[in-house]
Nanobody, 123 residues
Framework: QVQLAESGGGLVQPGGSLRLSCEASGLTVDTFSRYAMMWFRQAPEKEREWVAG????????RYADSVKGRFTISRDNAKKTIYLQMNNLKPEDTAVYYCNGPSWPPPNPGPHWGQGSQVTVSS
């Protein structure tokens, strides 16, 4: 069974940076390399929203307008891991961040979700 596990969240001041990781298990490297993956987030009392996505073969990336230019999604297929580098964080980025896949194009989610990683941006 495919499982996704996020890590790397925490408390950071406005303008700071964090890098989230999402490691997949229960599948081979070859299968993971064919998965297009995404990040979503959910802030308190708000609906879950799509943040970023990355394809499998050509690693095309897409971003929500709210994070474009500040966040970068990437992947390491050998490690079965995707990443979300978040720079210049703002208080409105505070949310639980989830990795998801496989699915393309965004914002339609795939069947597998991680447990989530809390990111809090506050001074």
């Amino acid at each position: 069974q495919v499982q996704l596990a996020e890590s790397g969240g925490g408390l950071v001041q406005p303008g700071g940076s964090l890098r989230l990781s999402c490691e997949a298990s229960g599948l081979t490297v070859d299968t993971f390399s064919r998965y297009a993956m995404m990040w979503f987030r959910q802030a308190p009392e708000k609906e879950r929203e799509w943040v970023a996505g990355i394809t499998n073969l050509d690693t095309t990336t897409r971003y929500a307008d709210s994070v474009k230019g500040r966040f970068t999604i990437s992947r390491d297929n050998a490690k079965k891991t995707i990443y979300l580098q978040m720079n210049n964080l703002k208080p409105e980025d505070t949310a639980v961040y989830y990795c998801n896949g496989p699915s393309w194009p965004p914002p339609n989610p795939g069947p597998h979700w991680g447990q989530g990683s809390q990111v809090t941006v506050s001074s």
